[in-house]
Every structure is written in C-alpha cells, then in structure tokens.
C-alpha cells in the first residue's frame, strides 16, 4: 500500500512539475509578446477536423512554407487582420498579398481574406489533444471564453483557497518546529 502511495505521490509531483513548466513558459512567451504554441480551438469552424475544445500545437514557419488548397491546405494560426483574436482556419489559396482562408465548416472563404504573411502566427502540426477530454474546455472555462463570469470567478477562489492552504500549512511547520525545539533543550 505504502508503495502504491509514493507511486501517485510521484505522479502528481511530475504532474504539477509539468504544468508549473507549462505556466512558466507560457508566461515567457506572453512577456515577449508571442503566442504559446499550444492553443485551444474556440470554434467550431474546423470541423470534423479540429471540434471546439480540442488542444493543438503549432509550429512557426515562413510564409513559403504554408501549402495553399481547398482540401489538403496546411491549417494556419493567424491573426484576423485588424484585431488580437487569432483564427484557426485553412489556407485555401496563395496570393500576391497573402493567403485566402476559409474554415472547413464555412461555406465560403474568409470576408477579410487575404491574410498577409506578417499576421501568420504559424501552423498546426496535426497533433492534438481531442476536446472529449474536457482540458480545451477546461482553459477555456477558466480564463472566461465560456459561461462567463463563472471561470474567472472559479479560479479566483482556487487562488484564495490555495494561499490560505499554503499559509496553513508554513505555520503549522512552524509549530512543530517549535514543539520539537522545546523538547529538545531541557
């Protein structure tokens, strides 16, 4: 039982090592103003391809890098022109300017088509974490893109309630720290 025990104990600390990396290289890529290669799809313009929820990871490229095809086009991040919203949709067709895109659930290309190569972000590696595993939806339920407030407000208690945790948990130590002590000197 107790080797049971270290085993998910060690599990959950690689875990959270994980995700601490996670959130640390996030927060590098926002300070210098780039975008984290891992994103959630937040519509369902791609589908059956990518379905709202799913967890994909991108890749930089250059611009001559990016197949252009109403069917096996390369699935480009870009930002839609004129905003911070980034758009996950196929790149349908090159031109002089840019490229046409379109998402595989629309019936027609993108109004503000073409995206020149500066938006482009980069492109999906074909890798994905399907949304049925609720962790797109998780994110996105969390920073507030769906059922707002709820998430933003969820994650505020879990800060809450984690500080007051760890703050227990120091004076706790502390205390037994000084119960030992005390017994120790006579």
Known sequence: MKKTARILNMFTYALLIILFGLVIFALIYNVRGEVFPILVVKSGSMEPLLTRGDVIIIEKGSPEDIRADPVNGDVIVFYKPGTNILIVHRAIAKVDNGFITKGDANTGSDYFSPIPPEYIVGRWTGIKIPYWTGL????????????????RIVLIVLIVINV??????????????????????P
């Open 136 to 151: 797109g939806y998780l994110s996105l339920f969390l920073r507030g893109e769906i059922y707002p407030p709820y998430g």
């Open 164 to 185: 007051f945790l760890i703050v227990k948990d120091v004076v706790s130590r502390g205390r037994k720290n000084d119960q030992r002590e005390k017994k120790i000197e």
